[in-house]
């Protein structure tokens, strides 16, 4: 009997077959190169900038270009990810639900950030928006100032961190299909609560997800910004461009300080990244 039931029951092949010495050769590959250009670096950031003390360290936060730096990046970060958020939904909405001509060039146009240097994309709304730029001069009239100014650094920012959203949303509403939504549409569910009831909780993680990824891109990004910026020290520098300018200055100490602060978030960012892992994971299972 034992041997009819092995017969139909065959056991199952080791998923992985390479040798063992191979697993610890790549293992060991990977924490090296973790090592080296993660953990070393962000060590070296927290050396240096407690390197004459913890008092050092916070006065270098008094300089109100510092305070001016990170509010600066903390508003342009709050207009930005809620802004990507709405077209996060909308675009992946729009791309996964329904069938129309351009789909494929619009999903290639999200993509489009990701292919251009955020350089070129400074670039891009100065020539757009700058004195000399195609809608300079009207823009000049009417004492609209966008390049050099808060509106360009969000534009910018905005342009760089636009597909993290919808890029994390697409796959997953394809995967899933329309057929929860046809049938709350059947049951008499109107359009709005189909989107809020059925199609976000459905969603829903691979949503913060995305927005936790926006989020970090908008904190840290710096060449569009640079581009767009004009380095106005304490009116348009954010908290990148600080740290540049310390940094050129030889102000090391109040260079890394403010580079600590983007480390730590980078690192919150990092961690609330693993608890919606966690928690999408520990949602699938019991969904299944």
């Not at 069938?99 to 290639?108: A, C, H, K, M």
């Not at 299909?177 to 046809?182: D, I, L, P, R, V």
Request: proline share 5%; aromatic share 12%.
């Amino acid at each position: 009997m034992a041997t009819a039931a092995s017969q139909r029951f065959p056991k199952p092949q080791a998923a992985i077959t390479e040798p063992r010495w191979l697993r610890v050769l790549l293992i060991t590959i990977t924490v090296l190169f973790l090592a080296f250009f993660l953990f070393v670096p962000l060590a070296a950031i927290f050396t240096e900038a407690l390197r004459k003390g913890i008092g050092a360290y916070f006065k270098s936060f008094n300089d109100p270009a510092a305070l001016s730096a990170i509010k600066l990046t903390l508003l342009v970060t709050g207009i930005s990810v809620p802004s990507n958020l709405v077209f996060g939904l909308a675009a992946s909405w729009a791309l996964a639900k329904f069938q129309f001509w351009g789909r494929s060039v619009l999903i290639t146009l999200i993509d489009l950030p990701y292919a251009v240097s955020p350089v070129i994309s400074g670039l891009i709304y100065v020539l757009l928006f700058g004195l000399q730029g195609w809608l300079g001069p009207w823009l000049s009239e009417h004492d609209i100032k966008i390049i050099f100014a808060v509106p360009g650094i969000v534009l910018a920012t905005m342009f760089v961190t636009f597909p993290f959203v919808a890029r994390e949303l697409i796959p997953i509403m394809q995967e899933q299909g329309t057929e929860n939504e046809q049938a709350a549409l059947s049951l008499g569910a109107s359009g709005w609560q189909t989107f809020w009831r059925v199609t976000v909780p459905n969603v829903k993680w691979a949503l913060l997800y995305g927005v936790i990824l926006c989020n970090a891109r908008a904190m840290g990004e710096f060449g569009a910004v640079s581009v767009v910026s004009g380095h106005i020290r304490g009116k348009t520098n954010t908290l990148p461009l600080h740290v540049e300018i310390l940094y050129n200055e030889y102000n090391f100490v109040a260079a890394f300080a403010a580079a600590s602060v983007l480390a730590l978030l980078a690192l919150v960012t990092l961690v609330l990244k693993a608890i919606v892992e966690r928690l999408a994971h520990e949602g699938s299972k019991s969904a299944s």
